[in-house]
Every structure is written in C-alpha cells, then in structure tokens.
C-alpha cells in the first residue's frame, strides 16, 4: 500500500476530526475489494457501513447524516449494530469512469456533528485519492453498463422507461407508423431516433421536421418537393424531405399543428405509398416509414375539427406514451447524474457534487419542463459553480429552490441548527413513505398529532 494514502488518511484524520476515516473500493455487486482505515481498528459493522456507502455511489453524491439515529433509512441497521450511531459523511468518488469507492467518515457523541465545511474538505481530498486507488483496481473487472443507446439523455431506470425500451425493441424492426405522445420536453424525438438506430431501418436516413416550425406555404415544397417553374423562385427541380428519408425513417414532430390541406396529402401518401412533387403530373414510390408525435390531446383536436380522424387512425397503429418526469421520480437521479457528468466532461472541469440538501431539492421538484427543463437546470448550475466542486443550494433557480435556501459552511446557533434538521428529517421520512402521514408517523415513532404539529411549525409542503 503506498505510504502516500495513509499520509493522506492521517491528514484528513488532522483537519476532519473523527472517530474513523476509511478510504475504499467496491466491485459491481457493491462488495467490499480493497479498505484502509484511519486509525488501524477492527471495524465493528461492516453491514452499516456499506449500506451508507451503497447510497453514495447510488446518487455519485455525497451522504452527510447529522444523527443516524433519526435516520429512518437505517432504522433496522442501528437495532441490529446499536454501537454504530452518530454522524457520518461519505463521499463517492469515480475511478476509470465509474462510481466504485468512497470516502468515509463517522463520528460518535464525542464529537459534533458533520458540517457542510467538513464536507467541502473532503471533497478537496477526492483527487489524490482517487489517483492512488485506481492503481489498486484490477482492470480486467467487470464494469456496470446501464442501457443506453447512441443518443444524449436516454436513459433511465424506472418502471416506465423500462415499458418503453420493451416497446421500442417489440416495433423496431416493422414498418408500421408509430405514434408517439407526450408533454413537451420528454423524449419523443429521442424515442424515435432510438427505433431507428435499433431497427432495420437504420442503414436508411433519419428525417425529422417539426410541422409548427415552418410556414404552410414553405411546408409542402419541404415536405413533398417541387419542379422547375412551379411556383415563383423555383428555379431548379428539388426533391422534397419524404425522399430524402426513402429506405429509411421519417419523423413528423408537432404533426398536430399540421394544415388540413397537407394532412390530405399526407394521408394519400400512406395509403399509396406514392407522392408527387408540386408542379408534377407524375407520382413517384416511396419507401419510407412514418413516426410522428404530438404534445397535444389529439383526441381533442379531433373533436374540434382540427385534425383528420381517418389521419390519425392510420398514423396510431403503433402508440407509445411517454410519460412526464414528474411520474417517473426514479429516472430524476439518473438523468441528473448523465447531464453532470456530460456538461463537466464537455466544459473541461472537475468532477462536480450535489451537496445533499440541493439533491433533495432537485429530487422533490415536479419538473414541468420535463428533461429539457433539467438539462438546462444542470448547464445553469455549472456554469454557475466556477473553480467550486459542490453544486450548492443557493445555485438553483428559483422555482426550484423557492425559499431561496443557502448553503452555509457552518452554524453556531443550535436551536436554528436543530430545526433545520427537524424540518429535512420530516422531509425526508415524509418522502419516504410517500406522503403518508400515519404510516410516517408509525416509523418515526411519532403520534399522529405530534406529526401534525411538526408539519404545521416547519409549513411543510405535503407533496403527493
């Protein structure tokens, strides 16, 4: 072991006063590889340790508990290991490109609690560590691949996404239309780019027009193409975008906002097959399939008589649902964690962290710009952050972060210290048993009117 990691682990010992530091390594099943202690004790619970650990490299952020004794996530873990309590501050680290170690810290009731300042430090220690331990990691192990596909952003781990992935694969290869439907912001280009690349088609060009974006008059000539002299400025023969895509797939985003005149046309051309240029007096055949999406309800379109029935009939043969982010809180982490690592590695900077009451705050939001709203949310933040590794409370906007909350690197004044505690603990537990009130109340071992009274003192949101 390299003298120069335990220089280190003494050191952080020195300006992090605690009753054990201890870098370590954990494989792909979160199993304990590689461990250094300061100081050189038997450690009492490995159990514990390594489910707090597990939550760091989970969220690649920090886990900083003031009293593990009020943590309701590791209630069964302290009945069963009563001498592991009091604070804890665990960092995770990346090494060759994976969350696969930590930096852990724990004190007992000899020493105060974690402090924001404390974990600025250790963040500050991260990178030698880091360079020393990924010497120690065998190259040859097998490395956690989460699905992806060649597109930014798409990814996830929720039960939805997954629906979706099952969907994509079961239609990839048909050459039925496809219609996708959902809020703005949620993927549905991204869906379809997905079914290309994956599918038969994908030797074939992928076209995609956003039916709102261009101009009636300018849409048909973009779409289906026109001759020499068949209008004003047409001053050479030009084939239309539906050619272009022949062999392969094309994309009518916002087809909703579609004019009657070309949802005709298009109509034509699913059922024939055949399209022919303006000013033409023949048709041509086309191979191509259709994917088209829309944000709004196209039921309702119908029954305004905006759009064609018998239209949507023949593009909804296949429809895939996206739904908002908001109702899929289990892809938030991920989507959170791509975007960091994507906008620091193309900014050039270092690897960044969500303090915990940030990642609270960026978790319990309700996202009504979907994934767009978060990408540029995280693209802020960084920019934001400047030569600082830890994206801070105070660096969100503020329909995020709207109390204006601020990090502070310490507190003296331990009554405003206790109730901020009090009021992320409820935050937390309330979150943990989805808002239910009797069922927190019975695991924080609360009565119910005891609850309701903190609830009220702290004007606790009760989100459902």
Request: aromatic share 8%.
């Amino acid at each position: 072991m390299p003298s120069f990691l335990l220089k280190i682990l003494d050191l952080i010992m020195e300006e992090i006063p605690s009753k054990r530091v201890t870098a370590l390594l954990v494989d792909e099943n979160n199993q304990v590889i590689f461990r250094e202690s300061r100081p050189i004790t038997p450690i009492e619970s490995d159990k514990l340790n390594l489910e707090i650990v597990k939550r760091g490299i989970k969220t690649k952020n920090p886990v900083v508990i003031e009293d593990l004794r009020a943590d309701p996530l590791f209630k069964k873990e302290i009945m069963n290991n009563p001498q592991n309590m009091g604070s804890i501050l665990c960092v995770p680290f990346n090494i060759e490109g994976k969350a696969s170690g930590a930096l852990y810290l724990e004190r007992n009731d000899d020493f105060s609690p974690f402090s924001n300042q404390n974990l600025e430090l250790l963040i500050a220690f991260l990178k030698p560590i880091c360079l020393i331990l990924g010497k120690c990691v065998d190259s040859r192990r097998t490395k956690e691949k989460p699905f992806q596909t060649s597109e930014p952003c798409f990814v996830g781990q929720s039960e939805a996404f997954y629906r979706m992935l099952s969907l994509i694969e079961k239609v990839k290869d048909r050459d039925a239309p496809v219609f996708i439907c959902g809020e703005s912001g949620t993927g549905k280009e991204l869906v379809a780019r997905a079914i290309h690349q994956r599918g038969a088609r994908k030797k074939g060009k992928f076209v995609a027009v956003n039916c709102g974006a261009i101009p009636e008059f300018l849409l048909e000539s973009e779409l289906f193409g026109h001759v020499r002299g068949a209008f004003t400025g047409a001053v050479r023969d030009k084939p239309g975008l539906i050619e272009e895509a022949d062999g392969g797939i094309f994309f009518l985003d916002e087809i909703a906002d579609l004019s009657p005149h070309l949802q005709a046309k298009l109509l034509r051309l699913l059922q024939e097959k055949e399209i022919r240029r303006i000013g033409e007096n023949h048709t041509r055949h086309v191979d191509v399939r259709f994917i088209s999406a829309t944000n709004k309800n196209i039921d309702k379109e119908i029954e305004r008589g905006n759009f064609r029935e018998d239209l949507y009939y023949r593009l909804k043969i296949i429809t895939i649902e996206l739904d908002p982010l908001r109702e899929r809180k289990d892809d938030i982490l991920s989507l959170l964690n791509y975007f960091l690592e994507k906008y620091c590695s193309e900014m050039e900077c270092e690897k960044a962290y969500f303090s915990p009451r940030a990642l609270e705050l960026l978790l319990s939001y309700t996202w009504p710009g979907n994934v767009r709203e978060l990408q540029s949310e995280i693209q802020r933040c960084l920019i934001l952050l400047g030569e600082d590794c830890l994206i801070k409370e105070n660096y969100l906007s503020s329909k995020i972060n709207p109390l204006r909350e601020s990090y502070a690197t310490s507190s003296y004044d331990f009554f405003h210290a206790k109730a901020e505690f009090e009021k992320r603990f409820l935050n937390q537990a309330l979150a943990r048993w989805n808002y239910n009130k009797a069922k927190t109340a019975e695991e924080i071992g609360l009565s119910r009117q005891g609850l309701f009274k903190l609830i009220k003192k702290h004007n606790i949101n009760l989100q459902r």
